[in-house]
């Protein structure tokens, strides 16, 4: 029986190339592969070809064509009135939940803003709402209260 020589990682192969060399060649291309997949994957994502894609673009064809309802709006829907991102939305909701939580604490029988010059009126308080934005929420925007 032949005697079995022990392998080492620098023998070479019949190629010429030691063997640690041509997995780590395997290794780089793998990943690679591996790096473009995921490229492609998140470029069809972002072009809606997997269902909601990778969140929602806020267009303008994608803004509403109905007023917003402040009063049960979310986040996502705020922002699609032109000057509301996704800080002022949050500022916005943040300011509702805390003025309902005080009507609610009254006892008042209906709770949020009561008519869309008072929520203008509320959110002149957060900064940077200029008179071209006032204008833009007039339009976009209604406030019905909400029955307890």
Do not use: Y
């Not at 019949?14 to 690679?32: D, F, K, Q, T």
């Not at 894609?53 to 994608?62: C, D, I, Q, R």
């Amino acid at each position: 029986m032949p005697e079995k020589m022990p392998e080492t990682p620098n023998v070479p192969t019949p190629a010429g190339e030691p063997r640690w060399r041509r997995a780590e060649i395997i290794v780089v291309w793998g990943l690679a592969v591996l790096l473009l997949v995921a490229l492609a994957w998140l470029w069809a994502q972002q072009r809606g070809w997997f269902g909601s894609g990778a969140g929602e673009t806020f267009t303008p064809e994608s803004r509403l064509k109905t007023p917003v309802e402040v009063n049960s709006a979310s986040a996502a829907d705020l922002q699609h009135v032109r000057g509301i991102g996704e800080k002022r939305a949050r500022d916005i909701i943040l300011m509702r939940d805390e003025m309902i939580h005080l009507q609610r604490v009254k006892k008042d029988k209906s709770v949020g803003w009561r008519n869309t010059d008072d929520f203008i009126e509320s959110v002149r308080s957060i900064p940077g709402f200029s008179a071209e934005i006032e204008n833009e929420l007039r339009r976009n925007v209604t406030a019905r209260p909400l029955s307890r």
